[in-house]
């Protein structure tokens, strides 16, 4: 039997599979992106989370938040791309992804952070951050 | 910047609290939630302080509790102060709002992963600052009602 696939794992395959996301090449990567890592791409951080529910039911669940930031080097692809995620991850609903079941899907925050990304007077990628919070069974 | 340093989190007693501080009412309502809400805000603080990258950001983690805009609203917040102190980043000369945000944010520009020090804090510590919260309010409440 296969290891369980975890959230982030699962999280990381639902937005490398939207289509407008796959068609421009969009890489996902964990923590840090290789520096020549080619426009698009994304990097996924968890930010944290916990457990609650009962311990020894079947709705044992966790709740995670999420860091997802998308680079690109024009805005119009970027916001296509990033409308095209949050639209396909966002879930009210009882969703399954990758064989995990998640109980909603939600964007707590996007915000630009272009400003981080820049030195000087020098004009580089364009930098969005989305804030996710997943709440699904363990 | 589009966003400051400080995270802000609503923080929401149980429900019970909520019914107990609506028979107390008036401004010492006012004054036990303001009260509470900084207990509540303190396990988030400390754990920001173990998080944060950097004895300087350490230093200038802070907490505050405020009126907030909305009529009858109190906002707290955990945030790094003195942000507009000027400092060498990376041979570049910096606000330390900028230098705060970078750590806590990440940048790939300048090969940091984000630390999230303030987020983390607030989504490791939510259920005990809601605990402390509780705890303070109930405290503050019985001596109120010990006064009457």
């Not at chain 1, 095209?84 to 399954?96: F, L, P």
């Not at chain 2, 309502?29 to 900084?38: D, E, F, G, N, Y």
């Not at chain 2, 173990?50 to 950001?57: F, L």
Request: proline share 1%; hydrophobic share 40%.
């Amino acid at each position: 039997m296969g290891e369980t696939m975890s959230i982030k794992k699962a999280l990381k395959t639902k937005i490398e599979s939207v289509t407008q996301a796959a068609s421009a090449g969009l890489k996902v990567y964990y923590g840090i992106a290789p520096q020549q890592a080619g426009y698009p791409y994304a990097i996924l951080n968890r930010i944290g989370g916990y457990a609650f529910g009962d311990q020894g039911g079947d709705e044992c669940a966790s709740r995670e938040v999420f860091q997802l930031d998308l680079y690109h080097d024009d805005d119009e692809g970027m916001e296509i791309i990033r409308n095209a995620i949050i639209s396909a991850i966002n879930a009210q609903g009882r969703v399954t992804w990758s064989s995990i079941v998640v109980h909603s899907c939600t964007i707590d925050s996007v915000q630009d952070l272009t400003e981080l990304e820049t030195e000087g007077n020098e004009e580089g990628a364009v930098r969005q951050m989305i804030e996710i919070v997943i709440v699904y069974n363990r | 910047m589009a966003q400051s340093v400080g995270i802000t989190s609503k923080l929401l007693g149980g429900k019970e609290l909520m019914r107990k501080m609506d028979r107390i009412g008036g401004k010492s309502a006012v004054k036990i939630m303001r009260s509470a809400l900084s207990a509540g805000l303190m396990p988030i603080l400390k754990q920001a302080r173990k998080n944060a990258p950097g004895k300087t950001i350490k230093k200038l983690l802070k907490k505050s509790v405020k009126k907030g805009k909305k009529r009858g609203t109190i906002v707290g917040k955990v945030y790094v102060g003195d942000s507009a102190r000027r400092v060498k980043f990376q041979g570049e000369e910096v606000g330390f709002e900028f230098v705060a945000n970078v750590l806590e944010f990440g940048s790939q520009k300048r090969g940091i992963s984000a630390h999230k020090y303030l987020r983390g804090a607030r989504e490791s510590k939510a259920q005990a600052a809601i605990s402390a919260m509780e705890k303070k309010a109930n405290e503050r409440m019985k001596a109120e009602w010990a006064k009457r």
